[in-house]
């Protein structure tokens, strides 16, 4: 890895933890809501399987292990946070996290075509 990738890499982490050090209660409704899920039990960190929660960053535990379900988690949590009524903001999460979709379109005869929606990829 080069020091550029390096530095990129480690300013993204950087951004993460001051983003959860200034919204100390989404940490909180994040930790609540991994160690409610039971998602301790798929860390690979031995102090999460032994205290039966997250002991560590709950952002990367939660990201490394489900990072859609983790973000619409996260987008909801902040919009409930803004002020938004709790099926407001589940609606928002859930826009945020649908994937972009595109047609493609498949035609092998003369007046024969078939439409297929299928994800862009990033």
Do not use: S
């Not at 930790?31 to 998602?39: E, N, V």
């Not at 490394?64 to 407001?88: E, I, N, S, Y």
């Not at 609606?91 to 299928?118: E, N, S």
């Amino acid at each position: 890895m080069d020091t550029a990738t390096k530095r990129a890499k480690a300013a993204a982490e950087e951004r993460e933890r001051r983003e959860a050090a200034a919204q100390p209660d989404i940490a909180d409704a994040l930790r609540l809501a991994y160690d409610q899920l039971g998602r301790w039990r798929r860390c690979n960190d031995r102090r999460c399987r032994r205290h039966h929660g997250c002991r560590g960053d709950v952002h990367a535990c939660g990201t490394a292990d489900h990072k859609r379900g983790w973000t619409w988690l996260h987008h909801a949590l902040q919009a409930v946070r803004a002020g938004q009524r709790p099926r407001a903001a589940m609606r928002a999460a859930d826009v945020a996290v649908r994937p972009k979709m595109r047609t493609i379109t498949f035609r092998w005869r003369v007046g024969k075509a078939y439409k297929m929606r299928v994800p862009v990829q990033d």
